[in-house]
DNA sequence: TTTACTAATGCAACATAATCGCGTTAATAT
DNA sequence: ATATTAACGCGATTATGTTGCATTAGTAAA
């Protein structure tokens, strides 16, 4: 029931922090300090997940990546979707903060948006 | 170099059209009339998205889905990308006509975009 | 119609991503 | 110190998608 802290949360959450941007399980175990299984970093992800900690987003490689929460929510607990932007160049994924609207037709209800826009970032295309 | 007309690639596109949504290949495979390997399938979806008759658009599970293009195209062959729908109730996948607009910070370029909206589609919603 | 060229196919192998079962370990509260 | 059970590592498993290669068959030219 109520989560415990461990050393594969705090370092998983402590590169999530870090790196500002999203990362993906190999991504983690690569450049994780301490050694945590495959299995253990998906579950770590995921109950981050859950607890709003962070939130995952799928690319169009089929990969999931995730992205520690900063202001992912409004002041009234409503969600702001926002775009992801994933460079060609360095492969890196960022969250915009370029919010994601929409209209559906009548009788749809929207619960997520996962909206993820591919190209080149500022970075790689001023080195370039 | 130039394409070539196979039972394949017609059982393919017919499915497409008739179905009017976006169908992975597993699903091409179970109801497909003919039989059609796994990886051919596969081969004429790309060669489809390559040639623009269709547009492969990937889900939160990962798995790649594929639609057919109708209106994907601009009058000036400019493509014009489209948010899309899955229902967590029925598990359609489906083309919006709500175009996909964002703004992106100065020095980023944007070549393509994969908008997903999940959620309850009408069907789903008023059958409930 | 026959022939030549090669795109397209089936099949198996491969690669990768993600999950799951299970026995063990260790975080937390009593 | 002890009990409880969340969390862990490990291996197996599932799923998705791609690739190499020998064979088949669509297309156009002879
Ligand atoms: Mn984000
Ligand atoms: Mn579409
Ligand atoms: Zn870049
Ligand atoms: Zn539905």
Known sequence: MKRRNTPAKEAVLELLVKS???????AIESQIEIAV???TIYRVLN??????IAHKIVAEDGKQYFSICKKCKHPEEKLIYHYHFRCLSCGTIECLKTPVQYTVPSGYQVEHANCLL???????NTNS
């Open 118 to 124: 591919t190209g080149t970032c500022k970075d790689c």
């Open 47 to 52: 109950s981050f997940c859950e607890d709003g």
């Open 37 to 39: 299984n495959r299995a």
């Open 20 to 26: 500002q941007k999203a990362l993906s399980q190999d």
